[in-house]
């Protein structure tokens, strides 16, 4: 099955701690993001990348950071950098067709311990 | 600019009843407006789509109407079902962007039974 998988689904960070989200997709889409989601607000753009070895920062970069070695792949680190990190993280990626539709990962759950 | 702005943010309806979700923007630049509909902890899926040459598209029993001279669009979902009960975002994408998308804040949607 096509599709975007995210790991984990809960993860748990400590105090000071750097914690990385799993983002993976089988579409071949050339463009993937991550989106910050927190209770009853919209969706916010952490990062986003339009092709492999490049990136750019979304509207609320501070703290994370990312790497695109792979077309498959797209992880986010959360550093100790982030003071608020408690949310729910989404990845999504787009065909390079006209339209660019986005599609969207299950999501990560991240609790501060 | 850049903003879409979703109203309301809460919405209860009756089963059968019918759900109006409202969006405006301010950039004439943007050209796709795609609504994504989101269930408790699952990632948003896109719902419809509309572009700004087109005054209505309707997929079952969901539509979107487009004032482009008022900028501003909506979601009507005709004979609502309590399955319906879910967060629905718009969102606006500028070609000139590729294919990051602008997302409305996000309007909590129940269908009572």
């Known amino acids: 099955d096509g599709g975007i998988t995210q790991s984990p689904k809960y993860l748990f960070r400590k105090e000071g701690q750097n914690v990385t989200l799993s983002c993976e997709q089988n579409?071949?889409?050339?463009?993937m993001y991550w989106y910050r989601q927190d209770p009853g607000q919209g969706l916010r753009l952490i990062y986003y990348?339009?092709?492999?070895?490049?990136?750019q920062k979304g509207d609320i970069a501070e703290g994370y950071s990312v790497s695109r070695e792979k077309k498959e792949s797209f992880p986010l680190t959360v550093t100790s950098a982030q003071k608020n990190p408690t949310a729910f993280y989404l990845c999504a990626s787009s065909t390079g067709t006209y339209l660019k539709t986005q599609y969207f990962g299950p999501g990560t759950r991240l609790l501060v311990l | 600019q850049q903003q879409v702005k979703q109203s309301p943010q809460s919405l209860i309806v009756q089963k059968g009843g019918i759900s109006i979700i409202n969006c405006a923007y301010e950039?004439?630049?943007?050209?796709?407006f795609p609504w994504y509909q989101q269930f408790p902890g699952k990632g948003p899926a896109l719902l419809i789509a509309i572009r700004p040459d087109v005054s209505e598209k309707k997929e079952g029993r969901f539509t979107i109407s487009f004032n482009k001279s008022a900028k501003q669009f909506s979601l009507h979902i005709m004979d609502s079902q309590p399955g319906d009960s879910a967060t629905y975002f718009c969102?606006?994408?500028?070609?000139?962007?590729?294919?990051?998308?602008?997302f409305g804040e996000g309007t909590q949607l129940t269908v009572n039974p």
């Open positions: 950039n004439t630049a943007f050209d796709y």
């Open positions: 969102a606006a994408r500028m070609e000139t962007s590729g294919s990051r998308l602008t």
């Open positions: 990348s339009q092709i492999v070895n490049d990136f």
């Open positions: 579409l071949n889409h050339d463009a």
